[in-house]
T-cell receptor, first 114, second 115 residues
């Protein structure tokens, strides 16, 4: 089954404790992206990657890091989480060479930073 | 800079009635437009898109959307609402002159279909 998976689905942590949210896709997509969803603000892009070892900032990259060492994986790293990073996070992937222009989203990771 | 507006935070409609979820956009050039749906505790799912061609686009689950260039709108419609259509709907826009990654999402509209 074609899918984007994220782990963990729920996470409670404390300020300053480094964490990683994993994202994996099995569709051989070149494009992957991270979004955060906040009430009243919709989805905002954090980082994206057009291919292995190619990443770039989205609209709200502060406080986040990413890496793309393999095509299928695109982890999101919070080196020193703060309460304002409490949010719902989504990973997405897409085939950038396709005319489909469709993104496929993971189920989301709900993060609470105390 | 491109942007998209969903003017209604919530839309309530009775089951069986037609529904409309509004979206307006701002982008230079001809836009690529999308609708996604998010069911509770799920990720976003693609519904439909407008890239070029016929202004009336048909998508999944009986939904359709009409591209109106003069009004810069891309409203989502369905002739007869189902309770199962209750979800959060996102409109999105991409400037075709920008990169594939430059998709901007709206703030979302919660659709509540009342039995």
């Amino acid at each position: 089954e074609a899918q984007v998976t994220q782990n963990p689905r729920y996470l409670i942590t404390v300020t300053g404790k480094k964490l990683t949210v994993t994202c994996s896709q099995n569709m051989n997509h070149e494009y992957m992206s991270w979004y955060r969803q906040d009430p009243g603000l919709g989805l905002r892009q954090i980082y994206y990657s057009m291919n292995v070892e190619v990443t770039d900032k989205g609209d709200v990259p502060e406080g986040y890091k990413v890496s793309r060492k393999e095509k299928r994986n695109f982890p999101l790293i919070l080196e020193s989480p703060s309460p304002n990073q409490t949010s719902l996070y989504f990973c997405a992937s897409g085939d950038r060479d396709s005319r489909q222009e469709t993104q496929y989203f993971g189920p989301g990771t709900r993060l609470l930073v105390l | 800079a491109q942007s998209v507006a969903q003017p209604e935070d919530q839309v309530n409609v009775a089951e069986g009635n037609p529904l409309t979820v509004k979206c307006t956009y701002s982008v230079s050039g001809n836009p690529y437009l999308f609708w996604y749906v998010q069911y509770p505790n799920r990720g976003l799912q693609f519904l439909l898109k407008y890239i070029t061609g016929d202004n009336l686009v048909k998508g999944s689950y009986g939904f359709e959307a009409e591209f109106n260039k003069s009004q810069t709108s891309f409203h989502l419609k369905k002739p007869s609402a189902l309770v199962s259509d209750s979800a959060l709907y996102f409109c999105a826009v991409r400037d075709p002159n920008g990169g594939y990654q430059k998709v901007t999402f709206g703030t979302g509209t919660k659709l509540q279909v009342i039995p």
